[in-house]
């Protein structure tokens, strides 16, 4: 996956390189301001088993700021906020891989830099006794939620260092 670049961010940002669980790593480029969830909006995507993106709807594509070009066909990682820790993603997976659903709230990373909240759901999609895909929808999240959570995910943070 491409690093983000000063053509997409526009400064001041500061510059974080992630590495994922698959080995991978990448720059992002990340901007102190909060991009707001729309009203009435739910955001959903489906992934395959590998959490590649297959699907996204309108509010996923105008919320993460890239095109349904750009989101389909990679990893769901590519909305990963440095603030998040592995965790909480850890977690989400091997909910979902036991055939419960999960509930979370997540802080993504726009294309631009810039960030929003949602209130997640990540359920796995059965077919003739087998999972074949996930799929996410998120809503708005609570802000006293929000807030818990940037604290807690915070120290969750320093604790991985």
């Not at 983000?4 to 669980?21: G, I, N, W």
């Not at 949602?118 to 802000?143: F, H, M, Q, W």
């Amino acid at each position: 996956m491409e690093d983000m670049t000063s053509k997409d961010v526009q400064a001041p940002y500061t510059e974080h390189l992630l590495h994922y669980y698959d080995g991978s790593s990448r720059r992002v480029l990340v901007k102190d301001e909060e991009v707001p969830f729309p009203e009435g909006k739910l955001i959903v995507s489906r992934t395959d088993l590998q959490g590649v993106i297959t699907h996204c709807n309108r509010a996923f594509v105008e919320m993460s700021g890239y095109t349904e070009m750009e989101l389909i066909g990679k990893p769901h990682y590519i909305l990963r906020h440095p603030d998040m820790p592995k965790a909480a993603f850890k977690d989400a997976w091997e909910t979902v891989a036991r055939g419960e659903k999960w509930h979370g709230y997540v802080k993504n990373l726009r294309k631009d830099g810039r960030y929003y909240w949602v209130y997640a759901t990540i359920i796995l999609n059965i077919r003739d006794g087998k999972a074949i895909s996930c799929t996410s929808v998120r809503r708005k999240p609570s802000r006293a939620q929000v807030k818990a959570c940037t604290a807690l995910y915070a120290r969750m943070k320093q604790e991985e260092e």
